[in-house]
């Protein structure tokens, strides 16, 4: 009998187990997940109820399946959490050091961190539209507009954690999760939409798509910021007690990866027009784009609360104004992108995987 050709043409080899594909990386990190969870229950079981119990231990399996599915978020999460404990151990308890500590008053207090967070999404939806049109280093380009992306999505997160102990170090009935008010769903919104957009880009190996994408996350941004001027909305509130709920605490985030994946399938089915009406030349057939890619820049006036003729009118116009002109520019400039976005097949199934989410 010969051995070799049985193994050859014979019985088929057996796939691996999920948990034989596991590296030791990945051990270690569902290993820190579980201590951090144990340390969290010890030090803070006093202060959480029934509800606040259940999420932290639903979020140590959740944390760790994320983490094997998709491993850059391994890292995303070892970092922040890096990052925020070292945030709160330079506070020490005390939040004048936020003014007084190097790191904390330029980068790891929330407000800084929010800020940075702002500049770099600005930053890479810019690199993502140079490299678009960059005929030679487009791929390195649109790379560090990925890149800065990432470090955009970092530090909202690190945000987010260290207001998160700003408001219980205020006072403890003024601390909470903050997913509360606009300012801090806002925040929310802009990092999930990346991060959502960030895997899609990993999967289909392609990164054009983000200069489409990051418009509707620069737009978020934008409007942050506007609120935070006009409203002080950065200052941390106490709770209204309609949202001192425990479904709060699952309604919000859940809600926001819905709009999230939403605004990302609406950013690539606008891709997906644009790339579809290239060889178009009649400005009657393309102002429905244009006027469609105008009401996708208008995205954050569905939160907002008072009427554009009212504080901040003068903003809005401005707004307009500009995303007029950049939507006017995508389909001047659309032969161009037309050749760097993915085929249509790929626009359409990264939409319909976003819409499903």
């Not at 244009?290 to 996708?296: H, K, V």
Request: hydrophobic share 55%.
């Amino acid at each position: 009998m010969n051995t070799t050709t049985l193994t050859a043409s014979g019985p088929l080899a057996l796939s691996e187990g999920y948990f034989s594909r596991r590296t030791w990386g990945d051990w270690l990190f569902a290993l820190l997940v579980v201590a951090g969870a144990v340390f969290a229950f010890q030090r803070y079981h006093g202060a959480m109820d029934v509800y606040d119990k259940g999420i932290l231990v639903a979020a140590v399996p959740t944390a760790i399946w994320l983490a094997w599915l998709w491993r850059p978020l391994r890292t995303l999460m070892l970092v922040v959490a890096a990052l925020s404990l070292l945030a709160i151990v330079s506070y020490d308890g005390d939040l004048r050091r936020g003014d007084t500590v190097f790191w904390l008053k330029y980068f790891l207090s929330s407000q800084s961190a929010i800020l940075w967070m702002s500049v770099l999404f600005f930053m890479s939806t810019i690199f993502y539209w140079i490299g678009m049109f960059a005929r030679g280093p487009a791929a390195a380009l649109e790379g560090l507009g990925s890149k800065l992306a990432w470090v955009a999505v970092t530090l909202a997160l690190v945000g987010t954690m260290v207001r998160w102990y700003e408001g219980y170090q205020i006072g403890p009935d003024i601390g909470h999760i903050p997913v509360s008010n606009l300012y801090e769903v806002f925040v929310l919104f802009s990092w999930i939409t990346a991060v959502f957009y960030l895997y899609y880009e990993a999967q289909y190996k392609t990164r054009s798509m983000g200069a489409f994408v990051m418009l509707v996350v620069s737009a978020a941004v934008g409007f942050l910021l506007w609120y935070t001027l006009v409203r002080d909305a950065q200052e941390i509130q106490p709770l209204i007690p309609a949202l001192k709920s425990w479904w709060m605490k699952l309604h919000v985030p859940a809600n926001f990866i819905g709009y999230g994946t939403f605004s990302l399938a609406a950013m690539v089915a606008f891709a997906y027009l644009v790339k579809q009406q290239a060889a178009e030349t009649r400005w009657y057939k393309l102002t429905p784009i244009w006027l469609l890619g105008i009401a996708l820049c208008f995205v954050p006036i569905a939160f907002r609360q008072r009427g554009v003729g009212e504080a901040g009118g003068s903003y809005w116009v401005g707004y307009a104004l500009i995303a007029a002109l950049i939507v006017g520019g995508i389909l001047l400039g659309r032969k161009r992108i037309t050749e760097r976005l993915p085929s249509l097949e790929v626009l359409d199934d990264v939409m319909y995987k976003s819409i499903a989410v």
